[in-house]
């Protein structure tokens, strides 16, 4: 076992004491001192019988004005979740006014990128209907009555039955019998 030594105690012992002794200069110098104020009468003019009779006007009232003052705090949070209601409302509502504006924009983009495609479409199915009343009307095995009558004016040394069976091969399409009568022709 260890002996302790007496310099580190004493140096210790000393430090303790500077530091026990500035505490008590710094409480004596902050110590509360007396209060030095002419007396006077506190309350105002008001005698003892009639200081009662307030707190007891005030005690009696209390009930009704905490009930007052509750009514008037819960309107004034109704009030502000209505304003806060209101503004929700008013910002979903241009939100939505925006996504419409985006979307009629979206959409006639749409309708100018589009519109020759269906134009296109449109004027194919025109001609494809105005090529069948043209050549006349079609029969239940699909050749044109027009369009065999045509054929048979051009190639008048063909038969019309031949001209109709063709016809059926090509499935009505007048462009391919007539080509394909003009290859024969032309070998």
Known sequence: MMNPDPDKRSAILQKAQEEEQKLDAYRNANRMTTIKEPPRTLGGNVSI???RQKLFQ???H???RRQAEKES???KQK???EKGYEEKKMKARQQ???NEETRQ???REQAARLDPERRRVNERFLQKQQNVATRGS???DGTADGAVDTVCELQPHRSRDEIEKLFVLMDGNFDMVMELLMEEQGQ
């Open 62 to 64: 209390a009930p009704a």
């Open 138 to 140: 079609v029969r239940k």
């Open 73 to 75: 705090l819960k309107l």
């Open 105 to 107: 924009a979206r959409d």
């Open 58 to 60: 005030e005690h009696l």
């Open 79 to 81: 009030e502000e979740e």
């Open 49 to 51: 019988a009639e200081a």
């Open 96 to 98: 939505s006014e925006k």
